[in-house]
Structure formats: C-alpha cells, structure tokens
C-alpha cells in the first residue's frame, strides 16, 4: 500500500518553499468573503440525502459542484451510480458522483480529494438559533447545516487548487476529486463506482486525502482510524390501523410495546451490548495505544459541556477516547410510526419501526452483525409470544477503517501541521463513520490520510452546526494548511 516516494516526504518538507505558501496564504487570506459566499450558496441547498423527498435538491447540489469544477478548467464527469431501492420497494435515481481532475502530468503525484456535499436533516424547529439553509455569521462563526460537514471542507480543498491557479502557480501534484452526494446514508452506489473505475480514474491516484472529520480539541489533529456503522431498523406490525387505546387497550398486543420491550434489550444501561457475540469480535486494546490515548489532549470538562451532561460513562480520558473511537455501541435513533406531535393523541399505533445503529471497530464484520442482531432480536421477540410481527432489515453497513499512523503519509501530514500551526498534530481516530474509506483503501490498495478541518465544537449533525472563520480550528486559517499540504507536494516531486 505505500507509495515508493513517500518516505522522502519529510525530508522534502524540510526545504518548503516560504516564499510561495506566503504568497497562496495571502491570495486565500484576501479572498475570504469570496469562499463565504460560495459557502453560502451550497448551504442554501437542502441537499438532506436521507429524505427521499429532497432528492432534486441533491441532484441540484451534484450539477452545481460539478459546475464549479468545470468553470475551474477541470476534467469534470457526473457518473451515474444507478438507482436506490427504497424499503417500500420503490426506486430512487442517486445523485450522481462528480470526479474531476486537474493535471495530468505523468511526472507528478496524484492526489485523490475524497468529500461529500449532502447533509443530515435540519429544521429550524429543531431547536436553531437562525435558519439552517440560510449561512448566518456570528462572531465569525458560519452557521448552517453542512457547513462543517462536509461543505466548507469540500469548498476548501476546491478552492486551494484555484488559489494555486489564480496566482499562476504551477500545481505541485495533480489533484483529482470524488464528491458523492449520499454519505450520510452509507454512500450508496460509490463502492460499486470504485470498484468500476479501479484501473480507468483510480488507476494513477497515489494517496487519498479526506477531510470529513473535527479536531478534537484545540488542538490541531490528523485521524487514523473511523468507526464503521450498521444501521437497522426493526419494524413491528399488529392490528391492521391504529386504534382508540380506550376502547381497544388491554385487549390487543400493542406493537409500541413490544419494540420498547425488545430495544431494551440491546444494551445496559451501564452501556454494555448485550447482543451475543458482538464485544468478543472487538480487536483487544494494545498497551501502545492506551499510552498514545494517554498523550492526547482531551478535556473531559470541556467534553461534558459540549454535550452538556453532568456524567459521562467514563470518568478517565483513556476510557472516554477507547469508547468514543475503538470500541462498538448502539445508538437508538427515532420510531417511525409513533406519536412524537406536540400534545396528547391517545392512539395505539399500528405499526411502528425503530432506527437504531450500531458503530463498529475492527475486527467486526457487518454481514456477520446483522445476523447477530436480526437472530437475536427475533429470539428475544420470540419469548414475548407476541401475535405481531417483527421484521429486522439493516439498511446501511458500513466497514471501520483503520491506518497506521506510522505510515510516512502521516509524518507528512505531521510536518504540514507543524509548519502551520507551529505545534504537533494528536493523532486520533474517529467515532463517526466514513462510509467509503475502507474501500477507497481495500480497491485502490493506496494510502489514506485524513485531515480535519472541522472544529471540535462544530455540531455537526446537531443543532446550530457551524464552521469558524477565525479560530485556529477554523474556515479560514485551514486554508493555509490545505495550501501548504498541496504545496509539500511540489517538494516531493522535485527530488
Ligand atoms: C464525523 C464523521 C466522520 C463525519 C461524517 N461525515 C459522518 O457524519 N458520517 C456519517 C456518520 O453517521 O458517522
């Protein structure tokens, strides 16, 4: 998986060029009420990839980045990844994948930016300060949905290579781009679309470059490891509408109670799974890991605030950062079908269907979790002797991804950092999930590294999520980084 010239990276780096990161830094430092409006045109776009009902609004999102690359001088397709089928058996087209490239020069590197420009749901109601889709600036904060996750950084890496273009810099490596719009459900159709294109678009990418993730403090941070995520839902089914729970309740089976009762099972409350078979799969942790957990900075005070608890399951720093990066839990998400309105409908819904996930970690397989959890469910259900039915599909299935930090690629990324920010990067992993990494790195057998430029304190898929112009985990100053990361290249290829 490595690339030969890579262990020459740091010496290279050694030798950067001041003069010409001074000069993108400047050009990026000048432009910047130019990025956020281009920031705010993407916000406006409600490309909510898990509402099917939002669909034109992705389609929209895909044909406009793709245009922005195009106008940019950019080798540009919209590959078409086929069609989604919909629990309820209906198809849905999938918002094409843009690729793009810049550079072509067969004596250069190329890098492969990896990110997405759909989002989780938002809705004012939820509990916003100001309108999701409409970018607001406090205090140079950039509020809006996707602003962190993962559109700034898209725009960011966009717009480092036209920085290097606007000021007539010869790019230092040849840069390609896969932005896919479905992500945030478990990237439907990119693996089948990698896999495709192996030998044609992927055939000459040296490494992949991802920055879907956040800091985790101050801190700056590059991450080697994400979380994988299957996620299911557990559908119940009973009478044939929903009835009055006066005239009908304590006469029939309700199906609310039964999902309460199974879901309950899942996990403790002390948050052990209670799924067979799932904790013994978990990769054992390692005594270098727990010393290099030992070593990040982690406030768990600050942590508390953020998530504004008064008590974590944990109460030292190696065991909040084991259970938020390398070790599996679920996650019960929502009912379809229950009575969630303001007020007081008294009904017995006929039927309802759970979401909840599961993150996992290597050495777990998701085709063997959704026989554990699908057997499991259906044993426990089994002793209700419920006349209802119970039918378990798991909808996405996403691996973990793991690197190793000691690759030189990180030692590369070590040096960027260091020659931006003056200090170095806590290595970390990821609690969240990028759907895709795993077969970026098992397809094109290349390196990946991933580099955060979200905030720790960005909210992404929360309420109010934003991206910070200022902070030295921010919009702004990350440009400098992404240049310079671009800009190392030059000295690599110059060996
Ligand atoms: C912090 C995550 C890796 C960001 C990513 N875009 C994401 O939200 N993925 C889906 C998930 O549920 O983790």
């Known amino acids: 998986m490595n690339v030969p010239v890579l262990p020459s990276i740091l010496l290279l780096i050694s030798t950067a060029h001041a003069f010409q990161y001074t000069e993108l830094a400047q050009y990026i430092d000048s432009h910047q009420e130019e990025y956020v409006e281009a920031l705010r045109d993407w916000i406006a776009i409600e490309s909510d990839s898990s509402n099917v009902l939002k669909r034109a609004e992705l389609h929209r999102m895909m044909d406009m980045t793709a245009q922005k690359l195009r106008l940019m001088g950019g080798t540009v397709e919209l590959v078409d990844v086929g069609e989604q089928e919909l629990p309820d058996g209906q198809t849905l087209a999938l918002p094409k994948v843009v690729t793009a490239q810049f550079g072509n020069d067969s004596n250069k590197l190329t890098v492969c930016v990896y990110g997405h420009v759909d989002v989780q749901p938002a809705k004012l109601e939820d509990g916003w300060a100001t309108d ?7 205090n140079g904060n950039l509020y809006g949905r996707g602003a962190s996750d993962n559109k700034a950084p898209v725009l960011a890496w966009i717009h480092a290579v036209e920085a290097y273009q606007a000021l007539n810099m010869e790019l230092p490596v040849n840069v390609k781009f896969v932005i896919e719009g479905m992500e945030e459900t478990g990237s439907n159709g990119l693996d089948a679309m990698i896999m495709a294109q192996r030998d044609t678009f992927f055939s000459d990418v040296d490494y992949i470059i991802i920055s879907d993730c956040g800091w985790l403090s101050r801190r700056p941070a590059l991450t080697y490891g994400t979380r994988g995520n299957c996620y299911f839902f557990a559908e119940v089914e009973g009478p044939k509408q929903d009835l009055h729970s006066g005239v009908y309740g304590g006469t029939v089976i309700e199906p609310m109670t039964d999902l309460i009762g199974i879901l309950d099972t899942l996990i403790s409350p002390s948050g052990t799974i209670l799924i067979p078979g799932i904790r013994e799969a978990v990769a054992p942790l390692s005594d270098d890991e727990w010393k290099m957990y030992q070593d990040i900075q982690f406030d768990i005070e600050n942590h508390k605030n953020k998530t504004g608890v008064n008590q974590l399951m944990y109460n030292n720093k190696v065991d909040l950062l084991a259970h938020m990066w390398r070790y599996p839990t679920v996650s019960i998400h929502g009912i379809e079908g229950a009575f969630s309105d303001p007020g007081t409908k008294t009904v017995i819904p ?123 985990t921010g919009f702004l100053f990350h440009f400098r980084f992404l240049a310079l990361s671009l800009f190392k290249r030059d000295n690599l290829e110059t060996s």
């Not at 209802?388 to 040096?415: C, F, R, S």
């Open 132 to 138: 999701p889709y409409n970018l607001t600036d406090i």
């Open 350 to 472: 006929a039927k309802v269907t759970a979401k909840f996930s599961i993150r996992q970690v290597p050495n777990m397989d998701p085709a063997m979790v959704k026989k554990q959890v699908t057997d499991y469910l259906h044993s426990v259900f089994a002793k209700r002797k419920s006349p209802n039915k119970l039918k378990v599909t798991m909808v996405i299935g996403a691996k973990p991804w793991l690197a190793d930090p000691q690759h030189p690629l990180y030692e590369a990324g070590k040096a960027a950092v260091n020659r931006v920010f003056n200090t170095d990067p806590d290595l970390i992993r990821e609690g969240g999930t990028i759907p895709i990494a795993r077969t970026f790195q098992d397809v094109t057998m290349k390196s990946i590294i991933m580099m955060p430029i979200g905030g720790f304190d960005d909210g992404m898929h929360s309420q109010n999520e934003k991206m910070s112009r200022f902070d030295s």
